[in-house]
């Protein structure tokens, strides 16, 4: 009898299971599919350096860098924003993983040009992987006119960079990455290397859906004469409306491109040598998928 | 249920017979009740298509997904729709960044999900090949809200495989979807979506 009670209990939990509503899904058990972690940044830059966020396909970024004089020069020079240096650039999305760009600031009259390659990109679900890294190869050309006294040739005015940005968003808010980086110059005052390595540290955190506070930082590593160059810190807001993404920052570095951001470099945070700066990024669909 | 309180009686008639072989007889009943319950008969897909529109006097935007997964079970009427945000593909980079980030939120919320029934179902003969009109009921949650839809569908059935058409329209503020003044002429007031999904049969 009391067997006879255990199987009725044993068909009614049957009979539930049978009859169960909803959660047909479940059965499915569906694999994980293999998604792509985007928007890490709002923006191809944290601040000065690039970040992990590549530009979409057939994309043109146009962007207007500024960079204003120091903020303690007082109110006769409003503070810096009567002395603005600025950067004027390009950047086309040729594929989803592939960006170029090209630029020219008025600090030294330089040109730069940059080729951005995302090697691989962080994913969620199966087969996920979980940081992207991105190659970014660049140079720049300084267009000054020589003086008689230094006769620069065409070779002394060039530059190139090399970075490897490895970054991973870990949540929505959240976006950290390394950016080791290589910069060559050809000429270089004497007693200077011409190679110097310095480590990126950039990240994000998302303060509502289109704001969020960004730090970029670069910690010259080797190669530096110490005394004549600071390692760049730049703090700042991002705030996207629409197609437009304005980064509003405080920064010690004066120089767009990362030659001159991360050499020239001479303001200190500890003795208030800050500037007020933006980038304003407006994005064109020039080619449109599908 | 009823077919296992039956033998269960005539079990209980026969008295010689040793616990055992009830016990024996008892196991094979509920093994038979399990795999009825799984072997309701089911379809399937992994590939489902989704698109929806959205039509605004500055901009029209349309995105697509095909990779709905949707189970639906002939026996009860009952669907079930899932569909990954993220997997929603636009013609402009910018487009699908905003609809992630600032509009579906899909980190927050990855999936969208509707859990209804097919009206008419005594009506709808599986094994023939025919076209059906009928409707769908059920709740759709998107964007983290839950609300009761309902929508026309189109069964298909030719050569014994079924396909199914949905054709409907949301509202994006009845899920709370904010959409800011600034773009409110670039975002359709209702957006319509199309759901086209190839059943195959469920075997497990």
């Known amino acids: 009898m009391k067997k006879s009670i255990a199987f009725s209990v044993l068909y009614f939990i049957a009979a539930i299971t049978y009859a169960q509503e909803g959660g047909l899904l479940k059965e499915l058990d569906p694999e994980p599919q293999k998604q792509y972690v985007t928007n890490a940044f709002k923006s191809s830059r944290v601040i000065n350096g690039h970040s992990m966020e590549m530009i979409g396909a057939g994309v043109l970024d146009f962007r207007i860098l500024h960079r204003f004089g120091q903020v303690d020069q007082g109110l006769y020079e409003v503070f810096g924003l009567d002395q603005a240096s600025m950067r004027i650039g390009f950047d086309y999305g040729l594929s989803r993983n592939l960006t170029i760009g090209i630029g020219r600031s008025t600090l030294r009259k330089e040109f730069d040009g940059f080729l951005k390659y995302r090697l691989v990109q962080q994913s969620e679900g199966e087969k996920s992987f979980p940081f992207s890294f991105i190659l970014v190869a660049g140079s720049a050309i300084n267009t000054l006119k020589s003086i008689d006294s230094v006769k620069q040739s065409l070779n002394s005015r060039v530059s190139y960079n090399y970075q490897g940005i490895i970054g991973r968003k870990f949540n929505s808010r959240i976006s950290l990455q390394l950016t080791p980086t290589l910069i060559y110059r050809n000429f270089v005052e004497a007693g200077d290397k011409n190679e110097i390595f310095s480590l990126g540290f950039g990240g994000r955190f998302k303060l509502s859906k289109r704001m969020a506070f960004v730090w970029d930082y670069f910690a010259n590593m080797a190669g530096f004469p110490k005394e004549r160059s600071e390692n760049p810190l730049s703090l700042g807001i991002d705030i996207e409306t629409g197609g437009h993404v304005f980064q509003l920052h405080f920064s010690n570095a004066a120089g767009m491109n990362e030659r001159a951001f991360i050499t020239e470099t001479t303001g200190k945070w500890s003795k208030g040598d800050i500037r007020f700066g933006f980038n304003l990024s407006r994005v064109f669909t020039i080619r449109k998928n599908n | ?204």
Do not use: W
Request: contains cysteine; charged residues 30%; neutral net charge.
């Open chain 2, 1 to 204: 249920m009823c077919a296992g309180a039956e033998l269960n009686d005539r079990i209980k008639e026969i008295s010689d017979k040793t616990i055992i072989m009830k016990i024996g007889i008892n196991a094979v009943l509920l093994i038979v009740i399990a795999i009825a319950g799984y072997c309701q008969e089911k379809y399937f897909t992994k590939v489902g298509k989704v698109t929806f529109y959205s039509k605004a006097p500055l901009e029209d935007i349309e995105a697509k997904n095909n990779n709905a997964v949707s189970v639906f079970d002939k026996s009860t009427g009952q669907v079930e729709v899932s569909t990954l945000m993220k997997a929603f593909e636009f013609e402009k980079a910018l487009m699908q960044e905003h609809f992630n980030e600032n509009y579906i939120e899909s980190d927050k919320f990855p999936k969208s999900v509707f859990r209804g029934m097919i009206n008419d179902l005594a009506s709808i003969d599986f094994a023939k090949d025919g076209k059906y009109n009928t409707s769908v009921a059920g709740r759709l949650t998107l964007h983290g809200e839950t609300k009761d839809i309902s929508a026309p569908v189109i069964l298909n059935i030719n050569n014994g495989k079924l396909s199914a058409a949905a054709d409907f329209k949301i509202r994006p503020e009845d899920y709370k979807i904010s959409i800011p003044a600034l773009v409110k002429d670039k975002i359709g007031k209702e957006i319509r979506i199309m759901v086209e999904i190839n059943y195959e049969m469920f075997k497990r």
